[in-house]
């Protein structure tokens, strides 16, 4: 066997041509062969710092359109009539499809039950399906349902298509903090969290503005198709990019680590498919174990719950991360009406826009920088958290004290600034409590905590609120008061006993193969450099 494997330059030089002397160089061909059809596949451009650009622009875009729902519902309004049977035309959602403050509620919320249900479901399939390729599976179906909002033609074809735009955000939301996470420099990772989540505030202001003008100047339902289109490129980018791999994670189908030297051999590296999975010894089975295979991914899924509901730090963390979204989500709603009929403001939409943009930009870029400055640890996001949300609180309750306009401006932007600042620490926290494949676990859980206790009952509480109380005034102040319980339970977390489990090993330990994959991302000659296993 030693006369096939003889380097190509002693074959040229010194050999005598011969059948084994032929096959080798054949073998050594096919190995140069998949080993450049596997760099040909690395992305050239797609550098970390594209890959947070790209994300926060999807980021924003997600929550333009929840902004454009919100401006719908102050600037939308039913028809009314006088006892005189004069009756006046309603505008947006609400008038077009005579809808009640309620069922206004309702559509605001409606796409936090597709959110709710898809995010476990997206968490759990990373484990075996490219991570990378799921957002763009989401991405798509975001597209699809968002334009079908602007076809609907009543109140449950609304309803429905916006469930199926949660759908479309929950594997986003889900995969793409972990992405970053292990992409970012090591001493600004709450930094990049930080950029990442200020698109959360930014995009819904702009979709206040956004929401409000395209409403004015064309009609309600082009702000969906607009938004449609402005995805679509991003989805195909989910299916079109090579995959990139998580860390944890090795897509083999086995929780054992590849070890072997027939997995890490060029061959197989050449042998991964298109959607970046790797190919197993299932792969050879039929179908009829398809039903095992399920089973065994939901008893996984059981297990992983486990671990995340026994871990003290996390349940804290997400508890007071309920609280604090519970409020942000009625502000981001109602807020602007609130503003209209307490302070009398003409363009409330514009105004609350602009104050959450420049807030909330400020506010979650100081959070993450502040943390990375302190050192960024567990203990010291709660700090954060604790005291930003306490101070924030404060000054959000005062400012619905006042009476004059421009009191209320001054003081509730402070309360904003401090109150978005926990954007960075609090997803921090998320991702650092847990091992490194239970994070989007962790984030999918998170995320469907803190809206189906959070922002999901709040705004339809709150309407319920004003409605039974009729006064603006007093229903903020008893909304507001909720920061504070936020504040409290995050205290809490400052003295448990915290272990940063970003490094830790685990069962889905990533193999050598994947971790060339992953390489390149951030340092593309480290493929060219490493030593061959074969």
Same mark, same amino acid.
């Given at each position: 066997?030693?006369?096939?494997?003889?380097? #190509?330059?002693?074959?040229?030089?010194?050999?005598?041509?011969?059948?084994?002397? +032929?096959?080798?160089?054949?073998?050594?061909?096919?190995?140069?062969?998949?080993?450049?059809?596997?760099?040909?596949?690395?992305?050239?451009? *797609?550098?970390?710092?594209?890959?947070?650009?790209?994300?926060?622009?999807?980021?924003?875009?997600?929550?333009?359109?929840?902004?454009?729902?919100?401006? !719908?519902?102050? !600037? %939308?309004? @039913?028809?009314?009539?006088?006892?005189?049977?004069?009756?006046?035309?309603?505008?947006?959602?609400?008038?077009?499809?005579?809808?009640?403050?309620?069922?206004?509620?309702?559509?605001?919320?409606?796409?936090?039950?597709?959110?709710?249900?898809? =995010?476990?479901?997206?968490? =759990?399939?990373?484990?075996?399906?490219?991570?990378? @390729?799921?957002?763009?599976?989401?991405?798509?179906?975001?597209?699809?349902?968002?334009?079908?909002?602007?076809?609907?033609?009543?109140?449950?074809?609304?309803?429905?298509? @916006?469930?199926?735009?949660?759908?479309?955000?929950?594997?986003?939301?889900?995969?793409?903090?972990?992405?970053?996470?292990?992409?970012?420099?090591?001493?600004? $990772?709450?930094?990049?969290?930080?950029? *990442?989540?200020?698109?959360?505030?930014?995009?819904?202001?702009?979709?206040?503005?956004? %929401?409000?003008? +395209?409403?004015?100047?064309?009609?309600?339902?082009?702000?969906?198709?607009?938004?449609?289109?402005?995805?679509?490129?991003?989805?195909?980018?989910?299916?079109?990019?090579?995959?990139?791999? #998580? $860390?944890? *994670?090795?897509?083999?189908?086995?929780? $054992?680590?590849?070890?072997?030297?027939?997995?890490? /051999?060029?061959?197989?590296?050449?042998?991964?498919? &298109?959607?970046?999975?790797?190919?197993?010894?299932?792969?050879?089975?039929?179908?009829?174990?398809?039903?095992?295979?399920?089973? !065994?991914?939901?008893?996984?899924?059981? $297990?992983?719950?486990?671990?995340?509901?026994?871990?003290? +730090?996390?349940?804290?963390?997400?508890?007071?991360?309920?609280?604090?979204? *519970?409020?942000?989500?009625?502000?981001?709603?109602?807020?602007?009406?609130?503003?209209?009929?307490?302070?009398?403001?003409?363009?409330?939409?514009?105004?609350?826009?602009?104050?959450?943009?420049?807030?909330? &930009?400020? %506010?979650?870029?100081?959070?993450?920088?502040?943390?990375?400055?302190?050192?960024?640890?567990?203990?010291?996001?709660?700090?954060?958290?604790?005291?930003?949300?306490?101070?924030?609180?404060?000054? /959000?309750?005062?400012?619905?004290?006042?009476?004059?306009?421009?009191?209320?401006?001054?003081?509730?932007?402070?309360?904003?600034?401090?109150?978005?600042?926990?954007?960075?620490?609090?997803?921090?926290? /998320?991702?650092?409590?847990?091992?490194?494949?239970?994070?989007?676990? =962790?984030?999918?859980?998170?995320?469907?905590?803190?809206?189906?206790?959070?922002?999901?009952?709040?705004?339809?509480?709150?309407?319920?609120?004003?409605?039974?109380?009729?006064?603006?005034?007093?229903?903020?102040?008893?909304?507001?008061?909720?920061?504070?319980?936020?504040?409290?339970?995050?205290?809490?977390?400052?003295?448990?006993?915290?272990?940063?489990?970003?490094?830790?090993?685990?069962?889905?330990?990533?193999?050598?193969?994947?971790?060339?994959?992953?390489?390149?991302?951030?340092?593309?000659?480290?493929?060219?450099?490493?030593?061959?296993?074969?």
């Amino acid at each position: 066997m030693r006369e096939t494997e003889p380097n #190509l330059k002693s074959l040229d030089d010194s050999m005598p041509i011969s059948p084994s002397s +032929v096959a080798a160089p054949a073998k050594s061909d096919m190995a140069k062969a998949s080993i450049s059809s596997a760099l040909a596949l690395q992305p050239s451009w *797609f550098t970390a710092k594209r890959l947070l650009a790209i994300f926060c622009v999807i980021n924003l875009l997600n929550y333009v359109d929840r902004g454009a729902i919100a401006s !719908n519902g102050v !600037n %939308g309004k @039913r028809s009314e009539c006088t006892k005189s049977g004069t009756c006046s035309s309603g505008s947006g959602i609400q008038g077009d499809f005579n809808l009640n403050n309620f069922q206004d509620g309702v559509i605001s919320s409606a796409f936090m039950v597709g959110l709710l249900v898809a =995010s476990p479901i997206f968490a =759990s399939l990373a484990k075996s399906v490219n991570p990378f @390729r799921l957002i763009g599976v989401g991405l798509t179906v975001w597209t699809f349902a968002t334009a079908g909002c602007g076809l609907s033609i009543d109140f449950w074809s609304i309803t429905i298509c @916006r469930m199926l735009v949660g759908v479309g955000e929950a594997s986003f939301i889900s995969l793409a903090a972990p992405f970053i996470d292990d992409n970012a420099p090591v001493d600004q $990772k709450t930094a990049w969290l930080g950029i *990442f989540y200020m698109c959360i505030p930014t995009g819904i202001a702009v979709g206040y503005v956004y %929401g409000g003008l +395209v409403g004015s100047h064309l009609d309600w339902r082009w702000a969906f198709w607009i938004e449609a289109l402005l995805m679509l490129p991003f989805a195909i980018l989910g299916f079109v990019m090579k995959p990139l791999q #998580l $860390k944890g *994670f090795s897509h083999t189908g086995s929780q $054992k680590p590849v070890t072997s030297a027939q997995t890490s /051999c060029p061959e197989a590296v050449a042998s991964t498919s &298109i959607d970046g999975s790797y190919p197993t010894r299932n792969d050879s089975k039929d179908d009829s174990k398809s039903a095992p295979r399920i089973l !065994n991914q939901l008893t996984r899924f059981w $297990k992983d719950m486990k671990v995340l509901l026994l871990e003290k +730090v996390y349940i804290v963390n997400v508890l007071g991360y309920i609280a604090y979204n *519970f409020v942000i989500g009625a502000y981001s709603y109602w807020g602007p009406k609130a503003g209209y009929y307490i302070y009398h403001m003409n363009n409330a939409d514009l105004m609350f826009g602009g104050i959450t943009i420049v807030c909330g &930009i400020f %506010g979650t870029l100081a959070g993450g920088f502040v943390l990375d400055r302190m050192t960024s640890t567990i203990s010291n996001a709660f700090k954060l958290l604790s005291v930003a949300t306490f101070f924030g609180a404060i000054f /959000c309750f005062a400012a619905f004290c006042f009476k004059s306009l421009y009191a209320f401006i001054a003081l509730f932007a402070i309360g904003e600034l401090l109150v978005f600042a926990t954007q960075g620490p609090v997803n921090y926290v /998320c991702l650092h409590c847990v091992k490194p494949s239970l994070r989007p676990l =962790s984030m999918a859980m998170s995320t469907v905590s803190i809206h189906i206790f959070g922002d999901v009952p709040s705004s339809p509480l709150v309407g319920v609120l004003q409605d039974h109380i009729n006064n603006w005034r007093a229903t903020a102040l008893i909304l507001t008061s909720v920061l504070f319980l936020a504040s409290g339970i995050w205290f809490i977390g400052i003295f448990l006993h915290s272990v940063d489990r970003y490094n830790e090993e685990n069962e889905h330990q990533v193999s050598i193969a994947d971790r060339s994959n992953t390489i390149p991302l951030l340092e593309e000659k480290s493929a060219e450099t490493s030593p061959s296993l074969c």
